[in-house]
């Protein structure tokens, strides 16, 4: 069987594969630091109906299988810790 890899040599030269090194050259330096909370507490309940009694005041889903939540509630794939800065 072959693969898309063995015609290489047929492929325009544009579409040629690149050493990723060699385009990264000047390239701004980039650092992802990662974002601490601010605070963290361990919430223990007695009861389920304390679990669901909390759920509700803070407005969240929470189960049994719940190991930790974010609050306010993070809304994910919205970027929610993008920064963008001008450094000129």
Same mark, same amino acid.
């Given at each position: 069987?072959? %693969?898309?890899?063995? *015609?290489?040599?047929? /492929?325009?030269?544009? /579409? +040629?594969?690149? !050493?990723?090194?060699? &385009?990264?050259? !000047?390239?701004?330096? #980039?650092? @992802? ?10 919430? %223990? #309940? ?7 009694? #909390?759920?509700?005041?803070?407005? +969240?889903?929470? =189960?049994?299988? =719940? =190991?930790?939540? /974010?609050?306010? @509630?993070?809304? %994910?794939? @919205?970027?929610? *810790? %993008? &920064?963008?800065? !001008?450094?000129?």
């Amino acid at each position: 069987m072959s %693969r898309i890899t063995d *015609f290489i040599d047929e /492929w325009p030269e544009e /579409w +040629q594969p690149n !050493d990723w090194r060699n &385009e990264w050259e !000047d390239m701004p330096e #980039f650092i @992802q630091e990662k974002k601490e909370p601010y605070s963290k507490i361990i919430i %223990r #309940f007695k009861t389920k109906g304390d679990l669901e009694e #909390f759920a509700e005041l803070i407005n +969240q889903k929470l =189960t049994d299988k =719940t =190991t930790s939540i /974010w609050h306010p @509630q993070l809304e %994910r794939g @919205q970027d929610s *810790f %993008r &920064e963008y800065v !001008d450094e000129s």
